[in-house]
């Protein structure tokens, strides 16, 4: 399956932060196989919606074909917020995108509260902001 990485991390964050979530997501396209067709990242606020705001997150998107991947750390490298999750979710749907966490849910149904997007301790990648 292609896939893209996506990383984001909060405004203040160290550099190094985006670089060790994309090793993550190496390794974790390496280990399963995956065809990684681009690296994504930018540094905003989890409860900024995809749009302006969200460019890299956008053209990660746009770069993607029908029946391909993107992955995250954690699904809270997307959003904070449970209802900005689900219209990120809603939007690859529409591209037949799949979201895959390395760590934690792969799907919001899976998260119960925007708390829960954002406190799954004991995950790989703790500490990407």
């Known amino acids: 399956m292609k896939v893209a990485g996506y990383a984001r991390v909060v405004p203040g964050s160290s550099a190094d932060?985006?670089?060790?979530?994309?090793?993550?997501?190496?390794?974790?396209?390496?280990?399963?196989?995956?065809?990684?067709?681009?690296?994504?990242?930018?540094?905003?606020?989890?409860d900024v919606p995809l749009g302006p705001?969200?460019?890299?997150?956008?053209?990660?998107?746009e770069s993607l074909p029908p029946q391909?991947?993107?992955?995250?750390?954690?699904?809270?490298r997307l959003s904070g917020q449970?209802?900005?999750?689900?219209?990120i979710f809603q939007a690859c749907q529409s591209r037949q995108i799949e979201i895959i966490a390395?760590?934690?849910?792969?799907?919001?149904?899976?998260?119960?509260?925007?708390?829960?997007?954002?406190a799954m301790p004991g995950q790989p990648g703790a500490g990407d902001d």
């Open 82 to 87: 449970k209802r900005l999750l689900e219209r």
């Open 68 to 76: 391909s991947g993107l992955v995250v750390v954690r699904l809270n």
């Open 53 to 61: 705001g969200r460019q890299e997150l956008a053209r990660a998107l």
């Open 17 to 46: 932060a985006l670089a060790h979530q994309q090793a993550v997501i190496e390794r974790f396209v390496h280990e399963k196989g995956y065809e990684l067709v681009g690296h994504f990242a930018e540094i905003a606020s989890a």
């Open 102 to 118: 390395v760590a934690g849910p792969s799907d919001p149904r899976g998260v119960a509260s925007s708390f829960e997007v954002t």
